[in-house]
C-alpha cells in the first residue's frame, strides 16, 4: 500500500456559522486500512448537513438538550445562503431542548448515558469540574463506552482498546473507523494517514496504490469469519474515495523507488512522481518450502477471496491448519462444526505459546479440543502428497501421516520491502523499515507504518520493536500524517489486539515479549481472568477472558504513564485498578 502526496497549501479555514448562533459541531472522521495504517479521508468542504446536540447545563433546571441543524466549515455558498435566508421563526423551529440531568447527577470522573428517545443517546462525561458529551458507542465494533475507562480527558473502549478524547472525540488512539460525534455543553491512519491529511486541511493530490482489487477492509475479521463478503468487509465505499478525491490505482505492484528523483516504480512500467510518501505494504504470507506445496487446496489466508475460497472448499472436508499462532487458531474455530474434521499443526507443544505463555495457551488448547478440533504438536511438515494434483496427505517431521483434503498455511508474514533494495531507504536485517519516532525514514519526506516498520515504542523505554497488530497501523498512519504536514508529534500508544474463539473474547494490552513470569487473577478453567505478564520486576502486559475491561483499563494506566510492579500483583492484583478512573472493577 502506497500513499503519494503532492505539495498543496491549503488555505486557511473559516468557520462558518451559517446564520445559527453558538453552533460548533466537530465531526471528524478517522478510518483505517486492514492490517496497513492508510487509506480514507473527508474533505471538511465535502460535508453534508450535519445535527449536533447542545447540553445546557442549569442550576436550577438540570441539564438540557438542545439540537441544531449545522452546515460544516467549507460548505458551500449556497448552503450558507439557504440557512441564513431562513427567517427567524425557521431557525427556532430547528432547536429542539431536553432536560437530562442536574449537574450533581454525575460524579467527577463519572460517565454516564442518556436517552433522548427517538433523537437517540448521548454519554455525558464529568472530569475536572467539566461536563464533555459524545456518542455512546465506540466506532470500531459498537461497543457500549461507558463500560470502558475514563483516564485524564480520553475514554477508552472497553472490548479493543481503542480511545477516543472526551472533549474534541478526535480518535487517540486505534482501532476505530470515525471519530466520535460530539456535543457542546454548556454550564449555568492506510486509512488513518489520508483522512489525517484530509482533516488537517491539506488539499493536495492523494494517490492510494494497491495491490489489493479492493478499497481498504478489515483484514482481521478475514480469519474469524471466512465466508464473509469483500463488499460486506469494506471500510468505505469506492464512492468514498471519489467524494474525498483520492485517486485509487488498484492491482499495481510497485517494484522499486529513486529516493533522491522521487519516482515510483510499477510492474506495468508505469512510473509515478512523488513529493511526499508512504510506505505500508505490509506483510506477504510466509512460504512453506517443501516437496508438495503446488497441489491444489494448500492455501494461504490473506484475501476476501481465499478466504471465501477456503469457507467453500472445507465443507465436510479433512482440513489441516499449519501454524498454531492466532490466524491459524481462529481459522481452526471457524472451521469447527462445518469440515468433517480439523487439526492443527504446530512446532511448540502449546498453541499460543510465545504470547500467552503456557498456563493461558494450554486452557485455550482445551477449549479447543473440547470444540472438537485436533492437535499435531512440536511437529512441522515434511511434504505433502497428492493424488490427480490435489493434495490428499500431509506428512509430518516426525514420519507421522494425516489425511487432507485441505491445508491452510498460518505461519507467519514477512515484510514486503524487497523492492526498496536500491533505494537508500535503511531496512533492517528482517526486512524491516526503520523510522523513527515520527514514523520517518532516514529518507525526507518519506514515512513508513504497519506491519514493515521498526518503530521505537515509549511505553517501553523508545525501545525498537516490530508489531504486526491493526490497532498499532493506524495510528502509525496518523502520526507520519500529521509529522508529514510539519507537525512533530510523537508517536505515543499502548499495543492492544484480541482474539475471539468459540464465543470467547481474549483481549491484551502491552507488549509481553520475553516475559518471565505470568500471574493468573481469577478461573481458568472457567475463563474468568487476568493474566499478567511480567518481566523482572514490571508487569509488561495483561490478557484477559471474561474480565472485560480490565485489558482496557491496563492500557490506559500504561498511556498515562503509570508503571505497574509484579510486587504490587502479588500483593493484591485488584489494587492497582482502584488508581483507575471509573470504568468497571471485576
Request: glycine share 10%; proline share 4%.
Amino acid at each position: 500500500m502506497w500513499f503519494r502526496f503532492l505539495k498543496s497549501f491549503p488555505p486557511s479555514l473559516a468557520t462558518h456559522t451559517a446564520g445559527v448562533v453558538d453552533v460548533r459541531l466537530r465531526f471528524t472522521f478517522v478510518s483505517l486500512y486492514q492490517c496497513r495504517p492508510i487509506s480514507e479521508i473527508i474533505r471538511p468542504r465535502e460535508r453534508t448537513e450535519n445535527f449536533y446536540f447542545s447540553y445546557i447545563l442549569q442550576k436550577r433546571m438540570g441539564a438540557s438538550l438542545s439540537r441544531k441543524k449545522e452546515w460544516s466549515p467549507g460548505d458551500d455558498n449556497s448552503a450558507r445562503s439557504n440557512v441564513t435566508s431562513k427567517s427567524k421563526s425557521e431557525q427556532s423551529n430547528d432547536l429542539v431542548e431536553r432536560v437530562v440531568c442536574a449537574i450533581d447527577d454525575l460524579k467527577d470522573g463519572e460517565m454516564k448515558v442518556f436517552e433522548l428517545d427517538k433523537d437517540g443517546s448521548v454519554l455525558l462525561v464529568k472530569e475536572g469540574g467539566n461536563f464533555t458529551a459524545v456518542g455512546t458507542k465506540c466506532t470500531h465494533y459498537g461497543a457500549p463506552l461507558v463500560k470502558g475507562v475514563l483516564c485524564e480527558g480520553m475514554i477508552r473502549c472497553p472490548w479493543h482498546g481503542a480511545c477516543f478524547s472526551a472533549r474534541t472525540g478526535d480518535i487517540e488512539d486505534f482501532p476505530g473507523l470515525d471519530s466520535l460525534p460530539t456535543y457542546k455543553v454548556r454550564s449555568g491512519a492506510g486509512q488513518a494517514c489520508i483522512e489525517t491529511l484530509r482533516q488537517e486541511g491539506f488539499r493536495g493530490r492523494l494517490i492510494l496504490v494497491t495491490k489489493e482489487k479492493h478499497t481498504p477492509y478489515d483484514r482481521p475479521k478475514l480469519s474469524k469469519v471466512l465466508n464473509a463478503q469483500a463488499e460486506d468487509l469494506l471500510l468505505r465505499n469506492q464512492d468514498w474515495y471519489k467524494d474525498a478525491d483520492v485517486e485509487v490505482q488498484y492491482e499495481k505492484e510497485v517494484t522499486a523507488i529513486d529516493g533522491e528523483k522521487k519516482v515510483i516504480s510499477c510492474k506495468d512500467g508505469s512510473i509515478i512522481n512523488y513529493d511526499s510518501l508512504m510506505i505500508a505494504t505490509g506483510g506477504r504470507p510466509r512460504i512453506l518450502d517443501v516437496p508438495g506445496k503446488n497441489l491444489a487446496f494448500i492455501c494461504q489466508l490473506r484475501t476476501p477471496e481465499e478466504a471465501n475460497y477456503i469457507s467453500e472448499n472445507s465443507k465436510g472436508k479433512k482440513v489441516v491448519i499449519v501454524g498454531n499462532s492466532f490466524i491459524g487458531m481462529e481459522g481452526a474455530a471457524y472451521l469447527a462444526g462445518k469440515a468433517h474434521s480439523v487439526t492443527v499443526v504446530g512446532r511448540t507443544e502449546i498453541p499460543f505459546l510465545p504470547v500467552l505463555g503456557e498456563l493461558v495457551g494450554g486452557r485455550l488448547m482445551k477449549l479447543f479440543q473440547e470444540n472438537g478440533i485436533k492437535f499435531v504438536t512440536a511437529s512441522g511438515v515434511s511434504h505433502f502428497n497428492g493424488k490427480d494434483g490435489n493434495l490428499c496427505e500431509v506428512v509430518f517431521t516426525d514420519n507421522q501421516c494425516l489425511p487432507a483434503d485441505l491445508c491452510i498455511l498460518g505461519i507467519g508474514v514477512t515484510p514486503s520491502t524487497d523492492f526498496l533494495k536500491d533505494s537508500g531507504i535503511k531496512v533492517n536485517e528482517q526486512g524491516q523499515i526503520i523510522v523513527d519516532k515520527y514514523m520517518q525514514t532516514n529518507k525526507e519526506g518519506v514515512f513508513a507504518a504497519g506491519d514493515i516498520v521498526n518503530f521505537p515504542l515509549s511505553v517501553l523505554e523508545n525501545q525498537e520493536v516490530n508489531i504486526g497488530h491493526w490497532q498499532i497501523a493506524h495510528v502509525h498512519g496518523r502520526t507520519a500524517a500529521l509529522n508529514l504536514l510539519g507537525k512533530k508529534q510523537e508517536l505515543h500508544t499502548v499495543p492492544f489486539f484480541w482474539c475471539m474463539v468459540f464465543g470467547k473474547s481474549i483481549r491484551y494490552a502491552g507488549y509481553g515479549a520475553g516475559f518471565d513470569d505470568v500471574i493468573i487473577d481469577g478461573s481458568l478453567d472457567d475463563l474468568q481472568f487476568v493474566a499478567y505478564y511480567t518481566r523482572e520486576t514490571s508487569v509488561v502486559a495483561v490478557a484477559t477472558v471474561g474480565k472485560d475491561p480490565v485489558a482496557s483499563q491496563f492500557a490506559a494506566y500504561l498511556y498515562s504513564g503509570k508503571t505497574l510492579t509484579k510486587c504490587e500483583i502479588m500483593n493484591d492484583p485488584k489494587a492497582w485498578l482502584m488508581k483507575v478512573p471509573p470504568g468497571g472493577i471485576y
